[in-house]
């Protein structure tokens, strides 16, 4: 049996009478993000963007395919006044966020890879301090209600999985495609990546009706 926040969540799903104006701005500041970085061809940072977008798009969809076969809940799920609602623990406003928190991530990089921070490779610390500082904002949602977790391995008693697996591979992912030597395999990178959500969004979604 669903839990509260799991059938609140369904009831808001994919529902459009809560959409909002606010929605047009934040769309438009993303592709302001985006156009800028690609007039000064700084391809490394807008493919790092586009890796850690569809990362996220992956996690949202496996996230949504727990609750399809628990049947109890998400392993995250959103609540709150939300524009639209796309997934169960996905709406639109935190899917423009990470649109473009891959790119302003990746601009905060050092020129140098092989620099240390604090003694660890500067990819992994930015991305370990990116990761849990993005967990600490997930647990004042959570205490608001707004950001919902069922499972206690999930949670603020369990921060570590979240952070491991709800951001460092968004992270690792994104400068891994960063610091690819050329354009050409960031593409296939990046592409390979969105295909497979493309495909998944499809086929569980669009075919099955398990999104």
């Known amino acids: 049996m ?34 800028e970085e690609i007039q000064r061809r700084n391809w490394s940072v807008v493919f790092a963007g586009l890796a850690y977008w569809g990362m996220d798009w992956f996690n949202e969809i496996w996230n949504s395919l727990v609750f399809h076969f628990t049947q109890y809940a998400p ?7 939300s524009a639209y609602q796309i997934l169960i623990g996905l709406n639109i406003e935190i899917s423009l966020m990470f649109a473009f928190i891959g790119i302003t991530a990746a601009k905060t990089l050092p020129a140098d890879k092989n620099m240390k921070i604090l003694g660890l490779p500067n990819r992994w610390f930015i991305g370990l ?29 369990s921060p570590i ?3 491991l697996f709800g951001y460092l591979t968004f ?11 050329t354009t050409k395999r960031k593409i296939i990178t990046v592409s390979a990546i969105f295909g497979f959500d493309g495909a998944c969004l499809i086929v569980f979604g669009g075919i099955l009706g398990w999104l």
């Open 2 to 35: 669903p839990t509260d926040f799991a059938e609140m969540a369904v009831r808001n799903l994919r529902d459009t009478t809560n959409f909002g104006w606010w929605v047009i701005p934040l769309f438009v500041l993303v592709v302001h993000v985006y156009v």
């Open 75 to 81: 392993v995250w799920g959103v609540q709150g006044n």
């Open 129 to 157: 301090t990116g990761s849990i500082g993005c967990v600490l904002i997930e647990c004042l949602l959570n205490a608001m209600d707004m950001l919902t977790w069922d499972y206690p391995w999930w949670s603020t008693r």
């Open 161 to 163: 999985p979240i952070v």
């Open 171 to 181: 992270f690792i992912v994104a400068f891994w495609v960063h610091d690819m030597v």
